[in-house]
């Protein structure tokens, strides 16, 4: 009878055969900052859209909290749908086709599908928590949890969907 080891944490990973190489974590930081770039664009549209940011002669740089709360759900929405519809299509945002990345099943390399819902929803969803900060600390916490992971260098919202990400060369 043998005692089968767990894989040491310095043992490169064990991927399906075929699949890319990791991205590194500077292409995705870069493709996350292309892809805030998104919701950026998304958030000044909302508080446009909702008149949360009309200055009056009366309360210059006074904000309508109602309307900004409102943009925020909105624009957290909108980004939930933006990233899963593109991480379900091809497994890629636009900042992941920028950087030549793509999100991948862990067990088989393919697309996400049905998980990149998952994995956009545990990403973008807390950030509608901003005003409390809870969303802000959540969106940290998860991107620098890549940092310490080994050895898939996966942040929460991969765990969460079983993916990772990885070369689309």
């Given at each position: 009878?043998?005692?089968?080891?767990?894989p040491s944490p310095y043992a490169p990973p064990v991927f399906p055969v075929g699949m890319p190489?990791?991205?590194t974590t500077g292409q995705r930081f870069l493709a996350r900052l292309i892809d805030t770039v998104v919701l950026g664009v998304v958030w000044t549209l909302m508080l446009s859209a909702t008149g949360a940011l009309e200055y009056t002669l009366e309360n210059p740089g006074e904000y309508d909290l109602p309307k900004v709360l409102v943009s925020v759900v909105l624009?957290?929405?909108l980004y939930f749908a933006y990233e899963g519809a593109m991480l379900a299509r091809s497994g890629q945002t636009l900042g992941k086709k920028a950087l030549r990345v793509r999100?991948?099943?862990l067990a088989d390399g393919n697309i996400p599908?049905?998980?990149?819902w998952t994995r956009a929803a545990v990403y973008a969803l807390p950030g509608i928590l901003y005003p409390l900060l809870v969303g802000t600390v959540f969106w940290v916490v998860n991107s620098v949890w890549q940092l310490r992971d080994r050895p898939y260098r996966q942040c929460?919202?991969?765990k969460a969907a079983k993916t990772v990400v990885v070369s689309a060369w």
């Open positions: 009878m043998s005692i089968h080891q767990p190489p990791l991205a624009t957290f929405t999100v991948a099943m599908g049905r998980h990149g929460l919202h991969d």
